[in-house]
């Protein structure tokens, strides 16, 4: 589904991203770890085509992203780590505009709403202006527009950062359901237990390369831990 | 898909307290000026219609007496105010309306409210034109600056683009929201100008296509502003940017390209001031034949030609009167005097006119003022056109008057008085404007400025969109 073939991407001297091999396949959760600037939202930006990469192939069901950025785009829901929405429309509207954006026009305000329900979001917030969400409404929002667009793959910009453990929660257990669906999942991350705990494959990225790619399943929460540290030492 | 992008943007403007105060403040004003535009033109109308009809009925009833003394008691005509000048008054304050019409001379256009107006006033009046011009500008500038450049700044453009939306379309949506957006706005005011237009006077036949090849011209200029800020919104980082840049825009226009346009135009045409003008007629006048001056030895040779024409010993023997045809002859001079100095006046007035018209290449502004100003029928063009149709009839007046004295005042010489039949005989003074086409000839420069300046603009938004940053 998601493919990265020695992907790179230098600015001006600068490496933010050197020869990534990755895929993502349809039912799979990918998690890339690292630290700031490891190069996690590149690879992401590049999955979008908002940047170009400098060399190395970036595809998405098979389709080059760089020569077909519009028809890629259709297969991808895009999280980002604060969904952004219009504050002086209701979260159900946001929904409505860019689930009409994302080629789906002809959902009810019952198809949206449940959307909204199933992301997580109180009913009653729905038909409320944005201006007035917390940073985890905003993201449920996000979700819904995720789901709204029947994506069969999702880039997660580190998603749960900055929502409580409740929310977080939740929002792990939606990921578990559209992976039990079939989507593919790239999800950059600060969150070493949710990235055991919903992953199926954890990547460890350092200064723009992945040093290490394991799956979850081989190791414990200790041990990831562990290997996590050991990389980011020097 | 664009027209949901729209309606999202005419929601999202109609929610936001910016659009509803710039709406109901742009309203206010469009609205009062135009009403208290289209008052005063009503006013000065009748008043003008009266103060024609009593010059006429003063020149009518002057009694019985000698028919250059009526020439020289002369007439008053006005420009009559065109329907549209309610819209855009142009240069009429300071050009002026009236003129008095007499025998040997030929007086300024007067009557210039702009004379009298306090230092306030030179700020500019409130009217329909500026406000079309200058604040429906700045209004296009304050609802359109942020329309990329802040959904970049807060993110939303990412995942507007992650959803595989062209960004043409994103583009097209918000210029089609904004156009709808601002046709609220300017709505009632329309309705109001058309009701004026076709209730309003005797001429609506001809001032409705004026009005609408107005519109056409606002259309065209509001569209290149509207244009031109999507293009600085689409390029620029933040709002902030696109704000200031935008506004610069707006300044260069609204305020320093008239001002650079009358000082290049002043510059490389100069004109001679009005003091030096008239100074220079007056001693090419004085030089010449002079009707009133039987020293004068042009009238000398005159005369005598007369004699031999009629063979006669004197002019008591003449079947004619001479005074007619010596006066008429000083007119004939003075005239030629006249047209000698009018002439190179106005060449150099068209020039300036001309030069100002290209600038607005540069300038849509410019390019805007001179069109409205043209088909309001207030521009340069159109009051040079009414002093020399004045002076025609001037001229058609003065020559009946001498010649009746002359055909008819043979025995009677000086003494001979005419009565009131032929006053009242005068044709009446019709300023005839000209017609629809040749005011839109007239401004081929300002509309080709406007429709360059349109298609330049859209044309670099299109190519903009293909290289739309997403941060």
């Given amino acids: ?234 | 898909m664009i027209l949901r992008i729209a309606r999202k943007e005419i929601r999202d403007l109609v929610r936001d307290g910016r659009f509803r105060w710039s709406a109901v403040i742009v309203t206010v004003l469009l609205t009062t000026s135009a009403a208290l535009g289209w008052r005063s033109w009503r006013e000065l109308r009748a008043e003008q219609a009266r103060a024609q009809a009593e010059a006429r009925n003063d020149f009518d009833e002057q009694g019985e007496k000698n028919p250059h003394a009526a020439a020289h008691y002369g007439l008053y005509v006005f420009k009559p105010k065109p329907p549209l000048s309610f819209v855009d008054p142009g240069v009429d304050p300071y050009t002026g309306v009236s003129v008095h019409l007499e025998a040997h001379r030929r007086n300024e256009v007067g009557n210039r409210p702009a004379r009298d107006a306090t230092a306030l006033q030179r700020f500019g009046e409130l009217t329909a034109a500026s406000v079309l011009q200058l604040l429906l500008p700045l209004l296009i500038i304050f609802l359109a600056f942020p329309a990329l450049a802040g959904e970049r700044e807060q993110g939303t453009l990412r995942q507007v683009l992650s959803l595989g939306v062209r960004p043409g379309t994103l583009i097209w949506g918000k210029a089609v929201g904004l156009v709808v957006a601002l046709s609220l706005i300017v709505a009632p005011v329309l309705a109001l100008g058309v009701s004026v237009v076709v209730l309003g006077s005797a001429e609506s036949a001809r001032t409705w296509p004026h009005a609408l090849a107005m519109l056409a011209g606002y259309v065209l200029y509001l569209g290149i502003f509207l244009a031109v800020a999507l293009l600085v919104s689409m390029r620029s980082r933040t709002t902030r940017v696109a704000l200031v840049v935008l506004l610069g825009f707006w300044i260069l226009n609204a305020m320093i390209a008239p001002r650079l346009a009358t000082d290049l135009a002043r510059r490389t045409v100069p004109t001679p001031s009005s003091l030096q003008f008239t100074e220079a007629i007056r001693r090419d006048i004085k030089a010449g034949v002079d009707g009133h001056d039987p020293e004068d030895s042009r009238i000398e040779r005159l005369k005598q030609e007369t004699l031999k024409k009629y063979q006669a010993e004197t002019v008591e023997d003449l079947p004619i009167n001479f005074q007619g045809i010596a006066l008429q002859a000083g007119e004939e001079y003075g005239n030629s005097v006249f047209d000698r100095h009018y002439g190179a006046l106005w060449t150099a007035f068209g020039r300036q006119d001309t030069m100002r018209k290209a600038l607005g290449f540069l300038f849509p502004t410019l390019a805007i003022r001179e069109l409205s100003m043209a088909l309001a029928g207030t521009d340069n063009q159109r009051s040079r056109d009414f002093a020399e149709s004045a002076e025609r009839y001037r001229r058609d007046l003065v020559l009946t008057l001498n010649r009746d004295l002359e055909q008819n005042g043979a025995d009677l010489g000086f003494m001979y008085q005419a009565g009131p039949e032929l006053w009242r005989g005068m044709p009446e003074f019709r300023y005839q404007p000209p017609a629809l086409h040749a005011s839109i000839q007239d401004q081929t420069m300002a509309w080709a400025a406007l429709v360059l300046w349109l298609s330049v603009t859209v044309g670099l938004v299109c190519r903009s969109t293909r290289t739309l940053r997403v941060d």
Avoid: W
């Avoid at chain 1, 394991?214 to 562990?226: K, P």
């Fill in chain 1, 1 to 234: 589904m998601l493919e990265a073939r020695s992907l790179t991407k230098a600015y001006n001297g600068f490496t933010a991203l050197n020869a990534l091999d990755l895929t993502v396949k349809a039912g799979e959760i990918f998690c890339l770890l690292g630290a700031n600037g490891a190069g996690k939202t590149t690879t992401i930006n590049l999955f979008l085509n908002f940047i170009t990469p400098s060399s190395g192939t970036v595809a998405i069901k098979g389709i080059d992203v760089v020569a077909n950025p519009l028809e890629t785009k259709k297969f991808v829901a895009y999280i980002p780590e604060t969904v952004m929405l219009y504050k002086n429309l209701s979260g159900l509207e946001n929904l409505s505009y860019f689930a009409a954006l994302a080629g789906q026009g002809s959902l009810s305000k019952t198809e949206l709403r449940d959307y909204l329900r199933q992301a997580g979001l109180p009913e009653d917030a729905a038909d409320r202006r944005v201006g007035f969400y917390s940073k985890g409404m905003r993201q449920k929002v996000g979700i819904a527009i995720a789901l709204a667009k029947r994506a069969e793959s999702l880039l997660l910009d580190e998603p749960t950062s900055g929502l409580d453990p409740k929310a977080s929660n939740e929002f792990a257990n939606l990921l578990r359901t559209l992976r039990d669906r079939g989507v593919a999942v790239l999800m950059a991350t600060h969150d070493l237990f949710h990235a055991k705990e919903t992953g199926t494959r954890v990547g460890i990225m350092k200064r723009g390369q992945m040093v290490a790619s394991l799956g979850t399943d081989e190791v414990g929460h200790a041990d990831l831990e562990r290997i996590y540290l050991e990389h980011m030492h020097d």
